[in-house]
């Protein structure tokens, strides 16, 4: 089973997003990160005009693209939905959706942000994830409009 913290209350998912990725490529972790395609877009953007010596190789799959040759030692994919074969032991959920755990993977973070959309969708799969098994947690990031990593 999968563990799975909620991080709510994020102001700008985007800058979150980059903060955590670098956070774990400095840990070695292998991430796919999920998302609707206009977020994923501005991620890759966001991630090339990051700090220069903060740079994360990465690769953004488009849906029904195949995986390429080659590719298996990226760390970090950008993802609209589950790819089998990637070998990553985190994901990040940026999107609305649930991911598909199917085993693949150890850790899951589901960034949360501050639309009652997303609250509501969040609260949906922190039932249906429950009811699959797995361990979750919660850390709120609204209070007094902080953000930590």
């Known amino acids: 089973m999968a563990e799975v913290i909620f991080l709510t209350g994020v102001g700008d998912k985007l800058a979150y997003a980059c903060r955590l990725l670098r956070k774990k490529h400095r840990e070695g972790a ?3 990160v999920f998302g609707p395609p206009g977020l994923l877009q501005r991620l ?3 991630l090339w005009r990051d700090e220069p010596l903060a740079f994360q190789p990465h690769r953004r799959l488009q849906p029904g693209e195949a ?7 990226t760390r970090l994919w950008l993802l609209s939905q589950a790819v089998a074969d990637l070998n ?3 994901a990040v959920n940026l999107g609305l959706e649930d991911v598909e755990l199917f085993g693949q993977f150890a850790r899951v973070a589901e960034v949360i942000g501050q639309d009652e959309d997303e609250r509501q969708a969040g609260r949906g799969r922190w039932k249906r994830y429950e009811a699959q098994g797995h361990s979750l947690s919660h850390r709120s990031h609204s209070v007094a409009g902080r953000e930590g990593d």
């Open 44 to 46: 890759d953007q966001a």
């Open 88 to 90: 990553c032991d985190t």
């Open 67 to 73: 995986l390429p040759p080659g590719m298996g030692r």
């Open 30 to 32: 292998r991430v796919a």
